[in-house]
């Protein structure tokens, strides 16, 4: 039972930062028909501009400020206007070919730039355990699960109790209306972009100090932010949030309970059961099937 | 096209056949290890052209059925079955498992769609993986022996290389003699108006499965050459991103253009070579390179020339149409 309680903490704190990307994966998506198959790729970069940040000196937390706007530059800011904007005429899947090649590009430059090692990176919380109802539970897990619920909510917040959120969500769901009515459409797409940057850059924050810094990192991440999104319901932020917390307590459950060997095949089995059966997602609402 | 275009055509074909044939003869071992691979991943490429250029239906598992094959072929050649017989059990399994493949395209479309064959393609990955008492695990299978032809031993890189080169003939082939047959029409009905085409009278539902169904196969074919070619084969290569990079040899190349995966798989598989000299930035600049050309032409390289030639078309259409209509005017 106290293994239970262990492996259900362990799969929350994953699972909120898969959340997380997920979020970010969901906004884009909503915002500008972008399936980001780099995203993977964008949670692992920012740890490394961190990293670089603190090579040439920084104290940490200047690191973390360094990397966060960066990567809100170079990802958010950047990728909309280099790549997401000449592309998005022309449909989705050419864009979605042309983010994974810059998942190959983002991969070797960190490969290049930096290394091809595993680096360390420091924690942000306190490593130790803390006792909760007599069981030991790590500062780690608790610490993550904190900082990526009060992003979420932070966020929810902002779409759904703001100008600004109602805004955006207008310019998602109809971007004709919106503009008729005086939203500035491109602006809040470029925020979505902003948003998504600061999300995987969190993540980043928080995903880095337990599986450490590796330029091919973020293949493992991308998919487990992917099956999160299209699990809890693609065009429901509330869906993807669900969705990364399900899937990293199942991620968590069949390594102890199935086998090791077969862990990823159950939130992939997963997710082509609920894709069949349920494609939508289990949150979302149902999208009319382009016939 | 005009009277001498399609001489002209011809003539370049034979040219570049020829080129294929003899240029490589004096090549060292890695160019004509290259040269294979290119032959072999363009007969992967053009399964995955036929199911997604063609039927319309994206597939992110092709890099697992060339794995299916590879090991098929992998498996009876080193329990001393010939070559060929592989092959045919590759192709039927790839079939077959492509067959149920399409199923979930009956459900779902386009980018749900990608992502289930997304997920096959990691649990074939899996399976490859952790099956060792099938396929020998993270230590793989070595010693795959190459076949002999006409009492020829293929050991040698350049006999081997025909045989791929052969292969790559026969595919072009029947994937020429397929897009041209009513299954090839119906195909592409299936991608430009699914509703229409049903009301039309084709069983879509049979095309969808098909298309899946052969495409896979010719990526179980590329398999079963790949095995012999590396005489080695561990899990690594047929993991996901051997699918995406298929896909990029299509989309690159030219989706639902005939020489498409030809010009793709090229790119692929050459220009890292030629980009050798700059060391660790090749895949970099391949990416960069990519991305490059996605926004300039989202159709492919092929899309560049179809539409420059489409433009000209239009243009001497017009200076015909205006030389025309000066006449009349003059002659009113």
Avoid at chain 1, 172 to 183: D, H, L, M, S, Y
Avoid at chain 1, 251 to 263: E, G, I, K, M, W
Avoid at chain 2, 289 to 298: C, D, E
Wanted: charged residues 10%.
């Amino acid at each position: 039972m106290s293994n239970l309680f262990d492996l259900l903490v362990a799969g929350l704190a994953t699972g909120a930062i898969y959340a997380l990307v997920a979020v970010g994966f969901t906004l884009l998506w909503q915002t500008s028909q972008t399936i980001n198959f780099a995203q993977g790729e964008f949670v692992m970069l920012p740890a490394f501009l961190m990293l670089a940040a603190m090579h040439v000196g920084a104290p940490f937390w200047l690191a973390i400020i360094l990397g966060i706007l960066l990567s809100m530059i170079l990802l958010g800011l950047a990728f909309k206007i280099l790549l997401v904007d000449p592309m998005m005429r022309h449909g989705v899947l050419p864009l979605a070919i042309a983010t994974m090649a810059l998942a190959i590009g983002i991969k070797e430059a960190v490969k290049q730039f930096f290394s091809a090692e595993a680096s360390p990176f420091p924690s942000i919380v306190p490593t130790g355990d803390i006792s909760i109802l007599g069981h030991a539970v790590s500062l780690q897990s608790i610490g993550v699960l904190v900082v990526a619920i009060l992003a979420v909510f932070g966020l929810t917040t902002l779409l759904n109790r703001t100008s600004l959120g109602h805004q955006m969500q207008a310019a998602a769901q109809n971007p004709t209306v919106a503009r008729i009515i005086g939203v500035p459409v491109e602006r809040m797409i470029l925020l979505t972009f902003l948003i998504n940057a600061f999300l995987v850059a969190l993540a980043s924050l928080l995903i880095t100090p337990i599986y450490l810094a590796k330029f091919s990192s973020g293949e493992v991440l991308g998919q487990a932010a992917f099956i999160a999104a299209i699990v809890g319901g693609f065009n429901q932020v509330r869906g993807a949030i669900a969705g990364g917390l399900l899937i990293g307590v199942l991620d968590n459950l069949a390594a102890s309970y199935v086998s090791t060997q077969y862990r990823a095949a159950v939130p992939l089995v997963f997710l082509i059961v609920v894709i069949l059966f349920r494609p939508q997602g289990l949150l979302g609402r149902p999208e009319e099937r382009t016939v | 096209m005009s009277g001498f275009a399609k001489p002209l055509k011809i003539a370049l074909g034979l040219i570049v056949i020829a080129g294929l044939i003899v240029i490589p003869m004096n090549f060292n071992r890695y160019g004509l290890f290259i040269l294979s691979q290119w032959a072999v991943m363009t007969i992967a490429a053009m399964g995955l052209n036929l199911t997604l250029g063609y039927a319309g239906q994206v597939s992110l598992a092709q890099g697992a059925f060339v794995g299916i094959g590879a090991y098929a072929a992998a498996i009876m050649t080193t329990h001393g079955w010939p070559l060929p017989a592989a092959i045919v059990v590759a192709i039927a399994l790839s079939f077959a498992v492509g067959w149920v493949l399409g199923y979930p395209a009956l459900r779902v479309q386009h980018h749900y769609l990608a992502f289930v064959t997304l997920a096959f393609s990691t649990l074939a990955f899996l399976v490859f993986r952790n099956e060792s008492w099938l396929t020998g695990g993270i230590y793989g299978i070595s010693n795959i022996p190459r076949p002999h032809v006409f009492g020829i031993a293929t050991n040698k890189p350049l006999p081997f290389y025909y045989i791929c080169l052969s292969s790559l003939a026969i595919v072009s082939v029947a994937v020429w003699w397929l897009i041209r047959s009513p299954w090839g029409r119906a195909f592409m009905a299936l991608r430009e108006n699914p509703l229409r085409a049903q009301s039309l009278g084709i069983d879509t539902r049979r095309y969808t499965l098909m298309a899946f169904a052969i495409g896979s196969a010719l990526g179980g074919v590329a398999g079963a050459l790949y095995a012999p070619l590396t005489q080695y084969i561990d899990p690594v290569p047929f993991n996901l991103s051997l699918s995406l990079d298929l896909l990029m040899m299509v989309i690159v190349g030219g989706a639902g253009f005939y020489f498409g995966p030809f010009l793709g798989a090229m790119i692929a598989v050459l220009l890292p070579e030629w980009l050798r000299f700059t060391e660790g930035y090749y895949l970099m600049l391949y990416a960069i390179a990519v991305m490059g050309l996605l926004i300039w032409s989202p159709t492919g390289i092929l899309g560049i020339l179809d539409r420059t030639m489409a433009a000209r078309r239009t243009k001497a259409a017009s200076a015909l149409r205006a030389v025309a209509k000066s006449r009349l005017e003059t002659a009113q």
